[in-house]
């Protein structure tokens, strides 16, 4: 869908005088801007832009040709700087043109004179093909290049009788007798291919050479004298013979074989076509297409194809030498198309040589018989209506058609089209413009022809314009369903510009009034030329002509034409005046490259200049986007661009320009909203750029209608805001959005307008799949996030709705209601269901309220649909109402024998024993529990039964009247489940509720509430012996539980026995409360028989717990430090083995974030809790020597040991204060100073055991800086030093790897004892 422009024509005169017999050779050094001319005896080297001759080199006068010889050939050889010059007796002189010193020197030479000579394309080898000789065949002769010097390698002739060792071997099958002829008959089976032999009278002899573009075979084309004709022979690069060509009769001189190297290009002229033929490197034919000439009009000097290979440029000449032609043709989806189409009248332009650049695929060079270089360059575009409102219609040249396709209304496959448009002459350019819905085109013959699309779609094909041919876009009986264009006007080019019409280009309609365009004079100059329309008198008129060095242009809805000049600089001509485009800051717009395709739009309303270089460089404004953009186009509210890495990415233009950072650099860009993958090679043709779809063409031809997610949402948002429900929904059920976006876009201003939104759908079908599509999540701020970026800074928070889906289903409903809630019943069941508590009784109500019959089964049936039927037979029989539940079992697939009897038994039964039985059958047991209460006490056996079996011990209690005695029972019932469970005081609670005192004491005493015990047992009519022994018996449980200051009051207060308490006081260590009990009942006795030998007990025992505690904890550090020192000298050992294996083996890249992949270590459920898990884990972990996991077991019990210390600070403080309290002073110190030394140790051997190396190996082995080599010799040391078997550390690692935690305070110690020490 692209065209191909002539941008620029920069021609250069030399000071050579020529005619049109003087042979021409010429070749091009495209790095110095360099070509090489054979001018008769001479050959010059000029430079391309100027045309100034820098260098001569007579090759008479030294002495290295003779009167009557030719310059065969010309190459250029990079590699040394030097033009190979062929001449025809048989040298070859190499002329080296870098030095300051001209050097010319033979460097081989063939007896019997040179006739062709061609190159590889790598410059290692050299194809000549000698002069014919009435008594000798020519021969090809294949040099090797070495240095400056050439070596025969092998030489061979051109007539052969062999085929090749391409040769095709037949088994017989396919014979021609029984094959299909067609409508050719069945004589055509026996019918012999009469071959006519000859060599066409316009054929000029000479040989052609030319190389495949990977340089491994070269093809010849000469006259076969044993056959008298041409023919086309391979060979490969080390001379062997490859193919021959299939006889053919008008085979014509020219020859070319594409660089890509599928096809060989010639002519071939038959009985009443002029063709071009493609061959395969086998010699089969492979295809043609058919010249836009009569039969012996013309004749193809060359054919030539361009490095990219997709573009062939055929030398044509008219035999009555009246006009040369030259066309650029390209091919996709297996049609040929002509895009230029140059056409040379005059002796002093018609060219002599023609050759295509080797580095720019777009450069062409003529030199012609006047001596004048021209450099034609040209470009792809696509020529698309962008103008607002209209078919965005694409333009595709073809010669003197122009193939027209509206893509907002069709996509029409190339080479086909909806319509097209024929013309008396090739198109040469054409331009949409932008304030109307217009078009020009401007021909080869200098004629430019203006239409206007008609918007009437209801045209037939005896009211279409002439040269309008209607295709896919309907006609011949039927309705055309596109605007076509009418034709307004044809101009004349004015006379200024007639003269050089070859070079006009850029056309560009400015306004209603105005074209302009770009041309180039003789002297070589490019100017803007600005013409007045009269479409009335159908004048061109010229108004303004400037000088500019341009590159491209474009047209703005404002009247305005943006140039941009070679040097990257933008300017703008409005209204007969020339200024540089300015920024916002003030300097001028200059691209850093220029740009081959520019664009204007704008950005948060501020414009912008868009452009994309040939290097695929996409600027806006002096702001590099991308650097790998193949295609761009301009969307309403998105920027649309194509990449090498296969997407096509939407920036929205409410971006502000300052915002705009570059796609290349590898993160997520706010802006760059949707980021979508495309076929390979994908470029953008068009875009509708007020709705969804882009057009996408493939490098083979076809084309590809997207929907890119940002359009579609972008639309969406659109027709919300001007509540266009329908068009939103029929949009979003097309292209998958979530219908929730609907009411989540702007939730008041729809539930406002819900009405309006159930008018305009209307139908049943679409309401009902809104409200299924119905959940509580805001879609905009999670599956759309990225649309509604700003929506919390936006939303008020009174539009946040906590439940959603039952606010939206209720407006729904009464809306439903208050329009016709017969029409939208089914919708409103529907919301019921919906709901986020499905309101399935109400449902059933409302098909039980209908006496229409039919609706009430419809309704059902689509309850049914909606919802489990079973599920909805529970529903209705939890109703209470057997009628319904008849008809809902009728569409169910129950047994009638099992449901008719169950209903049957229930109607007999007492009201709320019924609704007891139906609730119990539906597991409805609190409801069940309710009804049967009412049933009390006739049934309580059942109820009691309900409540042990359901637990519903709470709600019974609840229910049955306070001071009844069946309350009491399910009291005592509850007591004894919880006596049950082990949750004794609960259960004394209830027990002691009941007067069951007994009981109470009992759990009372089990869980330790002494307090609640005591008050039971005084409600207990004891005698005081036995209650003595039960104030005991819960003394003796307070002591196992550990709570010996309540043990102790229990015995001082209620046992009235202070001795005991004294004792169980000292036997917990509370040193002050047993001194204060001492005190209080006189007991000093006490102190030297009880207390000072437990304080003297306690201390030893502290002393010897901390001495094994230290002593542990050194012992570990160092069988650890061992261990640790053992693995780290293991682990590097085996990293200096993988580094020593070839790291190319591995990519770095492997390791990156993008192609990470997240693994676990658990594959399914174990059913055990984290706590659990991390207990089994330390099972594994064994002090033994050599363990698999010695070192992490070694950490965990140095680290409970550390613990262990670090806990004992309250207990030694209050030990060593009541020593001091009986003047124990020296024991105190010593107590202390041990247990601080202790503590000391402990803290210094932290960092010693837990350094970075130990607290770090826990960390993942993979991220962002991780290579393959990294995270195999990091995974080679953790198995090394046997901490875990996996790369991620297991929780528990993680646990005993993490530093103990000593506390700082020192509160515990005594200062009085510090002075002492």
């Not at 529990?929 to 009390?936: A, D, K």
């Amino acid at each position: 869908m692209r065209n191909l422009i002539l941008v620029d024509a920069i021609l250069s005169k030399l000071d050579v005088s020529l005619t049109s017999e003087t042979p021409v050779c010429f070749t091009v050094d495209s790095d110095n801007g360099h070509a090489y001319i054979s001018l008769h005896e001479k050959v010059v080297l000029c430079d391309i832009h100027s045309g100034k001759i820098l260098k001569t080199l007579d090759l008479l006068s030294e002495g290295l040709i003779k009167a009557g010889d030719v310059v065969v050939a010309l190459h250029y050889r990079l590699d040394d700087m030097s033009l190979c010059i062929a001449l025809s007796h048989g040298d070859i002189i190499s002329w080296n043109t870098g030095g300051p010193v001209m050097q010319v020197e033979v460097i081989g030479s063939i007896a019997e004179g040179i006739a062709a000579m061609s190159w590889s394309p790598d410059g290692e080898l050299v194809v000549l093909f000698t002069a014919r000789d009435c008594n000798e065949p020519a021969s090809i002769y294949l040099l090797v290049c070495h240095g400056s010097e050439l070596e025969p390698l092998t030489d061979f002739t051109f007539c052969t009788d062999a085929f090749g060792e391409a040769e095709f071997v037949t088994v017989g099958w396919g014979k021609k007798e029984t094959q299909f002829h067609g409508s050719e008959g069945k004589d055509a089976a026996t019918k012999k291919e009469v071959i006519q032999h000859g060599v066409r009278t316009t054929d000029d002899g000479k040989p052609r050479i030319r190389w495949i573009g990977d340089g491994r075979f070269f093809a010849v084309s000469a006259v076969d004298d044993a056959v008298g004709a041409r023919k086309i022979r391979v060979w490969t690069r080390e001379g062997a013979l490859h193919s021959t060509s299939e006889s053919l009769s008008g085979l014509e001189q020219c020859l070319d074989w594409r660089p890509s190297g599928n096809l060989i290009t010639s002519s071939i002229t038959n009985k009443n076509k002029h063709q071009i033929a493609f061959f395969e490197r086998n010699g089969l034919r492979h295809g043609e297409f058919t010249l836009p000439f009569s039969i012996d009009t013309v004749k193809v000097r060359e054919v030539l194809w361009n490095t990219e290979s997709n573009i062939l440029c055929l030398w044509l000449e008219e035999l009555n030498m009246t006009k040369t032609h030259v066309q650029l043709w390209t091919t996709k989806n297996y049609h040929w198309y002509l895009k230029q189409a140059l056409e040379f009248h005059t002796e002093d332009t018609k060219p002599q040589h023609i050759s295509w650049d080797q580095l720019d695929a777009t450069v062409l060079y003529f030199f012609s018989s006047a001596g004048s270089l021209t450099k034609f360059t040209f470009d792809w575009i696509t020529h698309a209506n962008t103008y607002s409102g209209c078919d965005h219609e694409v333009a595709v040249v073809d010669g003197k058609k122009l193939l027209m396709t509206p893509f907002r209304v069709m996509t029409v496959p190339p080479p086909m089209c909806a319509y097209s448009l024929e013309f008396t002459s090739p198109v040469s350019s054409l331009s949409f413009c932008q304030s109307e819905n217009k078009m020009a085109v401007l021909l080869n013959n200098g004629d430019v022809a203006t239409y206007i699309f008609d918007n009437k779609f209801d045209l037939q094909s005896d009211e279409l314009q002439k040269g309008v041919t209607v295709q896919a876009a309907g006609g011949t009986g039927f309705k055309i369903n596109s605007s076509l264009p009418k034709l307004s006007a044809t101009f004349k080019l004015p006379e200024e510009l007639s003269s050089c019409a070859y070079s006009v280009r850029h056309l560009n309609w400015l306004s209603q009034t105005l074209l302009c365009l770009f041309r180039s004079d003789d002297s070589g100059r490019s100017s803007l030329c600005v013409l007045s329309v009269d479409e009335q008198n159908s004048t061109l008129r010229l108004e303004n002509e400037k000088n500019v060095d341009l590159v491209t242009a474009t047209c703005t809805s404002k009247g305005r034409l943006v140039l941009q000049y070679n040097d990257g600089s933008v300017w703008v001509y409005t209204g007969n005046e020339y200024s540089a485009y300015q920024l916002g800051n003030g300097s001028n717009l200059v691209f850093p490259v220029a740009c081959q395709s520019i664009q204007v739009c704008t950005f948060d309303d501020q414009e912008a200049v868009v452009g994309l270089s040939q290097r695929y460089r996409l600027f806006v404004n002096d702001k590099e986007i991308a650097t790998n953009c193949t295609s761009f186009s301009i969307h309403d509210d998105f920027l649309l661009l194509t990449t090498h890495s296969h997407t096509i990415r939407c920036i929205n233009r409410a971006t502000p320009l300052n915002k705009l950072s570059s796609l290349s650099d590898g993160k997520t860009h706010i802006f760059d909203e949707t980021v979508r993958r495309v076929e390979r090679g994908s470029r953008i043709v068009t875009c509708v750029s007020d709705g969804t779809s882009v057009i996408l063409q493939m490098p083979r031809g076809n084309l590809e209608g997207i929907h890119p997610r940002a359009l579609v949402l972008s639309t969406v948002r659109k027709m919300l805001d001007r509540l266009a429900y329908k068009e939103a929904f029929l949009l979003m059920h097309r292209h998958r959005i979530n219908m929730n976006l609907i009411c989540d876009h702007d939730r008041k201003c729809f539930l406002q307008n819900v009405s309006l939104f159930i008018e305009q759908l209307q139908s049943t079908t679409y309401l009902n799949q809104f409200i299924t599509d119905l959940h509580e999540e805001d879609v905009t701020q999670s599956m759309y996030t990225a649309f509604y970026c700003n929506r919390l800074k936006d939303v008020p928070p009174g539009q946040v709705l906590p439940n959603k889906v039952d606010t939206v289903c209720d407006a729904l409903i009464s809306s439903f209601q208050h329009l016709n809630s017969d029409k939208y019943l089914l919708c409103i069941l529907t919301a019921h269901v919906r709901k986020s508590t499905p309101q399935l009784e109400t449902a059933l109500q409302l098909i039980k309220a209908l006496k229409d019959t039919n609706k009430s089964e419809e309704a059902l049936k689509y309850l049914a649909f909606l919802v489990d039927v079973n599920e909805l037979y529970d529903v209705a029989l939890g109703m209470y109402d057997f009628d319904l539940v008849l008809m809902v079992a009728e569409k169910s697939q129950k047994d009638p024998k099992e449901y008719l009897l169950f209903l049957n038994h229930v109607r007999k039964l007492e009201s709320s024993y019924q609704k007891y039985t139906i609730d119990y059958h539906l597991k409805r047991y609190s409801k069940a529990l309710s009804h049967i209460s009412n049933c009390v006490p006739e049934r309580f056996t059942e109820l009691l039964s309900l409540v042990k079996e359901q637990r519903l011990y709470l709600e019974a209690m609840q229910i049955l009247p306070s001071a009844s005695q069946e309350r009491e029972e399910v009291v005592l019932a509850f007591a004894d489940y919880l006596q049950e469970k082990k949750r004794f005081e609960e259960a004394g609670v209830l027990y002691s509720q009941a007067s069951y005192h007994q009981m109470a004491v009992s759990c009372f005493t089990e869980s330790g509430s002494w307090q609640q015990a005591i008050i039971s047992i005084q409600k207990l009519s004891l005698s005081s012996s036995k209650r003595l022994d039960l104030i005991q018996k819960l003394s003796e449980k307070l002591k196992l539980m550990r709570k010996y200051m309540d043990s102790a009051t229990l015995l001082e207060v209620y046992a009235e026995q202070p001795e005991e308490a004294i004792t169980t006081l000292i036997e917990g260590h509370l040193w002050e409360d047993s001194l204060r009990l001492i005190e209080r009942y006189d007991r000093a006795d006490f102190i030297e028989t009880d207390w000072k030998p437990a304080v003297e007990e306690c201390r030893q025992q502290l002393l010897s717990d901390i001495s094994g505690n230290l002593t542990d904890l050194l012992s570990h550090k160092e069988r650890f430090l061992v261990v640790l020192q053992t693995s780290k000298s293991k682990a590097d050992l085996i990293g200096e083995e993988f580094r020593d294996v070839d790291a190319d083996m591995y990519s770095d890249t492997s390791s990156m974030t993008g192609g990470s992949a997240a693994s676990t270590t658990h594959t399914r459920s174990t059913g055990r809790t984290s706590k659990n898990q991390k207990k089994a884990q330390r099972k594994k972990w064994s002090l033994k020597e050599g363990s698999k996991f010695e070192d992490l077991a070694l950490l965990n019990e140095m680290k409970k040991l550390i613990e262990r210390v670090d806990k004992l600070r309250d207990e030694v403080r209050s030990l060593l204060l009541a020593m001091v309290k009986v003047n124990q002073l020296q024991a105190a110190t010593q107590l202390q100073e041990v247990y601080s030394n202790a503590l000391s140790s402990a803290i210094a051997l932290v960092p010693q055991v837990w350094s970075s190396e130990v607290v770090d190996s826990s960390a993942q082995l993979t991220g962002e800086n991780s290579t393959v080599n990294s995270i195999l010799e990091s995974m080679a040391k953790l198995n090394i030093s046997n901490s875990t078997s996996n790369a991620t550390a297991s929780a528990a690692e993680l646990e005993v790897k993490r530093p103990p935690i000593i506390s700082s305070d020192s509160t515990w110690k005594l200062s009085l004892l510090q002075k002492l020490m």
